[in-house]
């Protein structure tokens, strides 16, 4: 099965490059466009310290989600904390030697990745039962949640019902990290949930997935609160005074 | 009640989120304006050959100026968090005037512009051309936008389409499609000062008019004085307050606070205009234009401080844009925040205990607050977050026996838009304007029902204006929308007042 492997690995290292410049790319294009005006949601934070607790509460718990819709809030962090278990988990397939705190999470990555399917098909409920979300869904919409749904059932199975040798899988992405080709194992199963996986890496950049790096750039949610105190002006706004 | 030649919503006792139906108000859009007016502005007069292209162009220049833009266009994940937030898709119904479906109308084209997705698989990611079809719903629902934050609070991201809103419309404006409203006012203040063409002379008439009022009902020389070189503060106030009701009543409580506190102060002829409407229009240069008057007026009447009366968008540019725009203020006082709002200079007296304030004297009204949207979400009063929120409430609690709060869900940073904010005051779009103050005048009105609440107070120039309008579409009295300084005006006793309550108290003795 060896020409299976080279293809996988041309995947992955493909995947990894996209994902890795197309999100390094998008972050420089976020952080070289000026903020103009102050423009954050008030009441907002007066120091930067209260901006850094803002923000950590929005990534960690979704409060303004909270505030806005309880359903999509419980599904959505179901799904976002199960996923982050579950990556958390898979570490033990991409470090050697394993480190403790990955080892001891091992137990709560597998319920990380029931709960994240669980979330996506609240999730995905949504988009079919309430019509004001229906009506906002594009296809793409659909075929996301189908990729990750596809992702969390995929390895759950792998967890339960069908097997595969993990430990040459470990192999195979090891031996990526220094250019060699390992031999994957050819389980069906398994082929189908790195394709799922190296596909979600290719698209990230290109997707709504982007609403992670742009939160921490949203002007709403991450300016302080001091324009009587301190003028802010943009370079391109600087050059208007010059005229 | 007044009359509608459309169908008034029906106030609920329970808010209700309502189905959607498609297209209802694709109808509804303002007049556009006239080519003389957009010239004023710097915008082409009509409709550009091609038109498509120009567009697009603006909008690439947008995008590499403004990262709200291209954040907000990208992050949108249609997680329906704001779907059910907007005043005016709750009172209209249209699922364009949901937060996210106002903003696919411009992330649609965004998409096919200027990401790969767009480009390659345009029907997968909803992307679409910029067609007749579309600059029309662009037209038409950015219009129905009043850029009052709502959907920003409750939105993951912080995803502000009131952002969205502004960049459509300067897009618009740039291939020759502009609103008669906003622009048309926006060249007045240009060639006269402010909002409402009202020259020199007849601002210092009408403030003469104010002069002998106060000293009819108080016996007090209160002055409202104009252009007077050398004062300590220059007040910028919302034009309507001149003359329109209820605002004048405010801008005379303005004035007997001045004069309590012993400092001098005027108005200025040349802006003689808090409301920036370059903001409503997206427009960075007209908004910077607006505000740079004020700079021009402190410098020529050599004031110390700044102080805006009560006006909600005004006091967002204000507060939140008027160092950039026309800072910095380096020549002012610097004991004092630049600018500083008018309830944050009445706050501070009655901490001190310098105002006289009998509250019995606004016994006849039971009162609830309006949180305007704009000072609520985009800016902030006094030196803590929320201070925006507390310090008016505080002004009505030391002027008035009867306060209550409306429901929790629809004040603070949750308030409901008047309906009427954001460039839409015009009477070309009333339907819009009735049905996007039902949630606020439904809050209204269980409050009126559970605690006699009898008048709502305010303390922005377009929520009165519009409340006095709309109110009575829903059966309800125009009057009952007061200013918040109007309460400060009736509660306080000035320094020398000749009041009744001195005669009944001889009356009693004797």
């Known amino acids: ?243 | 009640m007044a009359k509608a030649d459309f169908q008034v919503p029906v106030l609920k006792q329970y808010p209700e989120i309502p189905e959607i139906e498609p297209g209802v108000m694709a109808h509804s859009s303002p007049f556009k304006s006239k080519p003389q007016f957009q010239a004023d502005l710097g915008f082409p007069g009509e409709l550009v050959d091609d038109w498509q292209t120009k567009a697009i162009d603006k909008m690439g220049d947008l995008l590499g100026r403004y990262r709200s833009l291209r954040v907000y266009l990208d992050s949108c994940v249609k997680c329906g968090s704001c779907t059910d937030k907007c005043h005016y898709y709750l009172g209209t119904h249209d699922p364009k005037n949901m937060p996210v479906g106002r903003q696919d109308l411009l992330r649609k084209v965004y998409r096919r512009h200027f990401t790969i997705a767009g480009r390659l698989f345009p029907k997968l990611v909803g992307a679409e051309d910029l067609t007749e079809e579309v600059l029309g719903d662009w037209y038409s629902y950015f219009h129905q936008c009043s850029q009052c934050r709502r959907c920003s609070v409750f939105c993951p991201y912080g995803i502000d389409t009131a952002e969205i809103s502004m960049a459509a419309r300067e897009i618009m404006d740039h291939i020759g499609v502009g609103q008669k409203y906003c622009n048309e006012i926006i060249a007045k203040v240009y060639k006269i000062g402010n909002n409402l063409g009202l020259p020199g002379p007849a601002l210092v008439d009408t403030l003469e008019g104010l002069e002998e009022d106060v000293f009819d009902d108080t016996g007090v020389e209160v002055k409202y004085p104009v252009d007077k070189e050398g004062a300590d503060i220059l007040l910028v106030t919302p034009s309507a307050d001149f003359f329109a009701e209820p605002h004048v009543d405010g801008l005379i409580g303005y004035g007997k606070v001045f004069h309590e506190a012993g400092v001098s102060w005027t108005l200025s002829s040349h802006a003689s205009e808090a409301a920036n409407f370059g903001m409503f229009i997206g427009s960075y240069e007209n908004m910077r234009r607006v505000a740079l008057r004020i700079r021009e007026a402190a410098i020529k009447l050599k004031v110390k401080r700044i102080v805006f009366g009560e006006c909600g968008h005004a006091w967002r540019v204000a507060y939140s844009f008027l160092n950039t725009l026309a800072g910095p203020w380096d020549f002012l006082d610097p004991r004092y925040p630049v600018p500083q709002h008018i309830c944050e200079f009445t706050y501070a007296l009655i901490q001190e205990g310098k105002l006289n304030l009998d509250k019995s004297r606004n016994d006849d009204m039971v009162l609830t607050y309006h949180d305007s949207c704009n000072v609520a979400r985009a800016s902030r009063m006094g030196d803590r977050p929320g201070g925006q929120f507390d310090i008016p409430r505080a002004i009505i609690r030391a002027t008035c026996n009867n306060f209550y709060d409306m429901d929790e869900e629809t004040i603070r940073d949750r308030t409901f838009c008047c309906g009427g904010g954001g460039g839409l005051l015009t009477d070309d779009l009333m339907e819009i304007r009735v049905k996007g103050a039902q949630p606020r005048v439904e809050a209204l009105n269980n409050v009126m029902q559970e605690k006699g609440v009898t008048h709502m107070a305010a303390i922005c120039a377009i929520c009165k204006s519009q409340f006095t309008k709309v109110l009575p579409y829903y059966g309800m009295d125009l009057d009952q929308i007061v200013s918040v300084h109007q309460l400060v005006s009736n509660a306080l006793v000035l320094t020398g007042e000749e009041t009744d309550d001195e005669d009944e108290v001889a009356d009693e003795a004797a």
Request: no cysteine; charged share 15%; net charge positive.
């Open chain 1, 1 to 243: 099965m060896s020409f299976l492997s080279d293809v996988y690995a041309g995947l992955f290292y493909f995947a990894a490059f996209v994902l890795v410049a197309g999100l390094a790319n998008k972050i420089i294009q976020y952080a070289r466009t000026p903020a103009p005006l102050k423009i954050p949601t008030t009441p907002a934070p007066t120091t930067k310290l209260g901006v850094t607790l803002r923000m950590t509460r929005e990534v960690v718990f979704f409060e303004s989600l909270f505030r806005g819709s309880k359903w999509t809030w419980i599904f959505g962090w179901m799904f976002h904390f199960g996923l982050f278990l579950v990556t958390l988990r898979h570490l033990r397939y991409f470090l050697d030697p394993v480190p403790l705190l990955i080892e001891m999470i091992q137990p709560f990555g597998i319920y990380g990745g029931m709960a994240m399917v669980v979330g996506l098909a609240g999730l995905w409920a949504r988009r079919f039962l309430v019509d004001r979300v229906r009506y906002i869904t594009a296809l793409s919409d659909h075929l996301i949640l189908a990729l990750l749904i596809s992702i969390g059932v995929s390895g759950l199975l792998m967890r339960f019902v069908v097997h595969t040798d993990i430990m040459r899988v470990k192999q195979f992405f090891q031996g990526l990290y220094v250019g060699q080709v390992q031999i994957l194992p050819a389980d069906p199963l398994l082929l189908l949930h790195l394709l799922l996986v190296a596909l979600l890496m290719i698209i990230f950049p290109y997707s709504k997935l982007l609403h992670a790096p742009g939160l921490f750039f949203s002007p709403s949610r991450n300016q302080v609160d001091n324009p009587r105190e301190q003028r802010h002006i943009a370079p391109w706004a600087k050059r208007l005074e010059q005229d």
